[in-house]
């Protein structure tokens, strides 16, 4: 249902040439055409649930300031390899590690490291919205800086605040009602919510677990055009089970896939490269809908 | 096209996120250092004792492991340490006084244990003889006594009731949760007074093995309907819709799919109720009467159970009657033990936790 | 274009004989519960009635409770108040050295704890669980009580600027602080179990939420596992307290009754009423039987209101939920 009118994306049978048109109408974005600092680089990462091998030698370099998606069927390990990016994996009492993760060069493993620095630098949006319902709307954006015992005088958390709602375009919806409770909102509102939550922290990276999965059509066009949006001053990188929503949004798309055994990186290319001309035979079984 | 596979060797997993031992060094190292200085802070200030070692060591090794933190970690880090550090003091003093009450009944009770206990009663010895003379068998049969009658009041009123309200869910379900719930809260000392006023007071009956277990199963059947209703609930419906299907009625249903397959959690309720009364002793003071020999009649006459052997040592007061307390209670506990690890043993298989 | 829709069926069955007495049976068996409730409520009420109405209000504020029997007349000037008082005491103290250790090593024990000290401290706690109150009321008597003494004296002399640590004079052993202490001893499985449910039930999404923003395990806690848990572990508090208020025996033993409200904690004098019916029993004449009897019934609605409170606590937060 959707009550504004906007274009849905009709269900036809997907054919790498529509995805293709989509992919390429967004235009191809270059890498390092945004101002920041270096990107995030997984080098040969390995991922068990106690004995079993969930995730295979992976090896992903992602440029700064580019979006990329992460697609393949389910239960192929692409939520586990995101995890392993801002060391939430590790909380799984089974867990193990094996590989390097180097943000700025250094990896976020090594036991010097503060692993809570590292979660503010490379922040995550979930599933399914999560605002803590403790908490009023405004209380939940600046949560952030209580949780990481951050040090901002208030009178730059009000900016703060402002900045970030905008940025998750949700300003305008709840510009009057800062105090409202924070389980107030639609399910649209409430992920936006917790996309400005991770904002707060300013994080270099964001990842992005199925952030629409559990949205209406609508809400998850809102979430993508924030998602352009943010692109440009940071490094996105969303895990979706929508192809469609993978050549909307993203530059760069890797494909990932377990055939019984643990999951593999079988391909990553430009985003268009993937949905026109995939080099792996299986990349394009899957992007033409064969298999998934 | 078949694409060549890279053969890599998979490496070992490892967690890099835990501590190593070699990490853990200097914080054991602090803790040691802890240890010992309040040791010598204690020899050389009045402060004296377990309590003064206690005092100077908690607060000692919290700031030094916070200290360690801050200097080589972060300030988060370490203020989960400083948090840590409160709740390792509290679950050792959760700790110590089980373990105190533990071995005292052991050490204590341990002297008096003695074959002839079990074969004698207080019938022809007294509370101030020593405890080779005399015994508890009376309170032993008594306690049996009451744990046989009270199994047969409760356990169908228990387990019934758990039926009405996960099988049956009638109209009055969510009020009759709300009373088993009520009854669990009853003191047992207001048990006992309710049979001493509704039945001795009012009837000809008088104080017996029988009052007592009235008076016992008033508290043993909340604790029978609650455990027995979790394991009935954990019933898978397909089980109970199988047996619909073959074209059973409700009453088959339940009584030949569900409580066969909700058995040995039914057990377990009836073992957990039985561990929960077994040493109750307030509602035996005013229905059981107390006697010193062995009455082998439940239903007339005045009994004893293990508690009121154990109650009257005590208040005796003199060394040997104390003596026989602690036997006694020795006696109950392993008794209790046995019940609940048996409950443990015998129960399904899901952790409570 | 007409589209109505058809009438919906009545379908029924006509219940088996069996069925209907099988219904009948299980109904009536758990309407049982309620008729002993009431009827607890109902015989304790019916025979301290008579004292209630001599009594009046008094039968609660009256400290003392003198009863003289003289051939078959009956006069007394008596009530629970003092006695009342002393239950509420002991009950708060139990209560106050009880909920931070309970609620500290049900965190500890969630969040903290490796896995064999988790199973080791539940095993402890269902110990705990399992010891029959006489126990507690033995061990209190003679192995708490000698070392509680030696505390109420240091509280008493670096603290006892503090009005409850005064003492009219040094008598420490069975107070209400040390019949508190073995209280405390006693609610702390409960209050620690509920506490332990409650917490592991914290959604495990918001806590991954709070991680990913950069907290650290105790800010983590603070802001979404005690917030979840506060109602849960109120109404474990709530259920301890229920049974501290009824405990007999364990208290009995070292709490030293004595007829006057006494607000010094660590002096050996003190109420409960529980201890006090089973202290007067022996000897009470009839008169005195339908007193300790309208004592009960009041004991009867304190621990009925407290556990009714600590259901609608904890039944609130299992539909708060998420």
Redesign the interface.
């Known amino acids: 249902m959707n009550n504004e009118g906007e274009e849905m994306e009709t269900r036809e049978k997907t054919t790498p040439s529509s995805l293709a048109n989509v992919a390429n109408a967004r235009g191809q974005k270059k890498p390092g055409t945004a101002p920041l600092g270096s990107g995030l680089e997984a080098r040969?990462v390995?991922a068990?649930f106690g004995k079993h091998?969930a995730l295979?030698?992976v090896s992903l370099d992602f440029s700064s300031g580019t979006v990329t998606a992460l697609i393949g069927p389910s239960g192929c390990g692409k939520s586990t390899f995101i995890r392993t990016l801002?060391?939430?994996h590790?909380?799984i009492?089974s867990?193990?590690?094996?590989?390097e993760v180097l943000l700025d060069n250094k990896d976020i493993?090594?036991?010097s490291v503060?692993?809570?620095?590292i979660?503010?630098q490379i922040?995550?949006v979930?599933q399914?919205p999560?605002p803590?319902?403790?908490m009023t709307i405004g209380e939940n954006v600046l949560?952030?800086i209580?949780?990481?015992?951050?040090n901002i005088p208030k009178s730059e958390q009000d900016d703060l605040l402002e900045d970030c709602l905008i940025r998750a375009g949700l300003w305008n919806e709840v510009k009057d009602r800062l105090d409202a409770h924070g389980g107030s909102l639609s399910g649209g509102q409430q992920q936006r919510l917790?996309i400005a939550?991770?904002l707060a922290?300013k994080p270099k990276i964001l990842l992005m677990d199925e952030p629409c999965s559990a949205l209406d059509p609508g809400s998850t066009l809102r979430i993508e055009e924030t998602i352009s949006q943010l692109s440009s001053s940071m490094t996105i990188i969303i895990v979706t089970h929508n192809m469609q929503q993978a050549a909307r949004v993203s530059d760069y798309t890797a494909f990932f896939l377990s055939d019984g055994g643990p999951g593999e990186l079988v391909e990553v290319g430009p985003t268009s490269q993937i949905f026109t001309k995939p080099r792996?035979?299986?990349t394009e079984n899957y992007v033409s809908g064969r298999f998934g | 096209?078949t694409?060549i596979q890279?053969q890599?060797e998979?490496?070992?997993?490892?967690?890099?996120?835990v501590k190593?031992p070699l990490?853990r060094v200097p914080s054991i190292a602090v803790g040691i250092a802890a240890l010992a200085l309040a040791g010598a802070i204690v020899e050389a200030t009045p402060l004296k004792g377990k309590l003064g070692f206690f005092l100077v060591f908690v607060p000692l090794i919290t700031v030094l492991q916070y200290l360690l933190a801050r200097i080589r970690?972060?300030?988060?880090?370490a203020?989960d340490i400083f948090v840590a550090s409160f709740m390792w003091t509290a679950s050792f003093l959760v700790f110590l006084p089980t373990a105190s009450i533990l071995a005292t009944t052991v050490t204590k009770g341990l002297e008096g244990l003695r074959l002839s206990i079990f074969t004698n009663t207080m019938a022809a010895a007294s509370y101030t003889d020593p405890i080779e003379m005399g015994g508890l068998l009376h309170a032993l049969v008594g306690t049996i006594y009451l744990i046989l009658l009270s199994v047969i009041i409760s356990v169908p009123l228990g387990i019934l009731t758990a039926l009405y309200l996960t099988e049956i869910k009638g109209p009055g379900s969510a009020f009759i949760q709300f009373i088993v719930q009520a009854m669990s809260g009853v003191p047992s000392v207001i048990a006992g007074l309710f049979v001493f006023s509704a039945v001795i007071l009012a009837t000809p009956l008088e104080a017996s093995s029988l009052m007592g277990a009235f008076a016992l199963a008033i508290l043993m059947v909340p604790t029978v309907t609650r455990t027995s209703q979790e394991v009935l609930v954990l019933i898978p419906n397909d089980l109970r819709e199988a047996g619909l299907a073959l074209g059973a009625t409700q009453w088959k249903t339940v009584a030949l799919v569900v409580v066969p397959a909700a058995k040995s959690g039914l057990i377990t309720a009836i073992i957990l109720g039985v561990a929960r009364i077994a040493g109750e002793t307030a509602p035996l003071l005013f229905v059981l009467g107390g006697t010193d020999a062995l009455n082998s009649n439940p239903f007339s006459g005045f009994n004893s159970g293990l508690p009121l052997y154990i109650w009257k040592g005590f208040l005796i007061g003199l060394p040997e009657s104390v003596q026989r307390a602690w036997t006694g209670i020795l006696v109950l506990l392993i008794l209790v033990l046995i019940l609940f690890t048996a409950a443990r043993v015998f129960g399904p298989k899901k952790g409570r936790f | 274009m007409s589209d109505t829709l058809p009438v919906q069926r009545k379908i029924t069955t006509k219940p088996r004989p069996s069925d209907v007495a099988f219904r009948g049976i299980v109904t009536s068996f758990g309407f049982i519960n309620l008729a002993i409730l009431t009827l607890i409520g109902a015989f304790l009420l019916f025979r301290g009635i008579e004292v209630f109405k001599v009594e009046g209000l008094s039968f609660f504020t009256d400290q003392k409770w003198e009863v003289t029997e003289e051939s078959g007349i009956t006069s007394g000037n008596i009530g629970i108040g003092a006695m009342l008082i002393g239950t509420l005491i002991a009950a708060l103290i139990a209560l106050v050295v009880a909920l931070p250790v309970s609620v500290l090593t049900a965190l500890m024990l969630n969040f903290y704890a490796p896995?064999w000290i988790r199973t080791f401290f539940i095993t402890v706690i269902d110990l705990m669980a399992a010891f029959p109150s006489i126990l507690f009321g033995l061990w209190g008597f003679f192995v708490l009580m000698p070392s509680a003494e030696y505390w109420a004296m240091l509280l008493n002399r670096y603290f006892g600027w503090f009005p409850l640590f005064q003492v009219d004079q040094p008598f420490f052993t069975r107070s209400p602080f040390i019949a508190g202490l073995v209280l405390a001893i006693m609610i702390i499985p409960i209050v620690t179990s509920v506490s332990r449910e409650v917490f592991s039930q914290a959604?495990l999404?918001?806590i991954?939420?709070?991680?990913?923003?950069?907290?650290?395990k105790w800010?983590?806690i603070k802001?979404?596992v005690l917030?979840?848990g506060a109602n849960g572990v109120v109404g474990g508090a709530m259920l301890g307290l229920g049974r501290a208020f009824g405990e007999t025996v364990a208290v009995y033993t070292v709490l030293n009754l004595v007829y006057a409200i006494n607000w010094q904690i660590l002096f050996g004098a003190g109420g409960n009423v529980a201890s006090h019916i089973v202290t007067r029993w022996g000897e009470a004449g009839e008169y005195e039987v339908k007193a300790l009897l309208a004592a009960g019934f009041v004991l009867f609605v304190l621990t009925l209101a407290v556990n009714f409170l600590a259901d609608r606590i904890v039944r609130s937060t299992v539909k708060k939920g998420?």
């Not at chain 1, 209580?146 to 951050?150: D, M, N, P, V, Y």
């Not at chain 3, 991954?208 to 650290?216: E, F, I, K, P, R």
Request: hydrophobic letters at 35%; aromatic letters at 10%.
């Open positions: 040969g390995h068990w091998l295979k030698n801002n060391r939430m590790e909380f009492p867990a193990a590690f094996a590989g493993y090594d036991s503060d692993v809570t620095k979660r503010l922040g995550m979930f399914k999560n803590f319902p403790s949560s952030g209580k949780l990481a015992q951050l917790c939550r991770s922290v792996d035979q299986r | 096209m694409l890279n890599i998979i490496p070992t997993p490892s967690k890099p996120w190593t990490q970690a972060t300030r988060k880090a203020q | 896995i959604p999404d918001r991954q939420a709070a991680y990913s923003l950069g907290a650290n800010s983590m802001s979404v917030p979840f998420r």
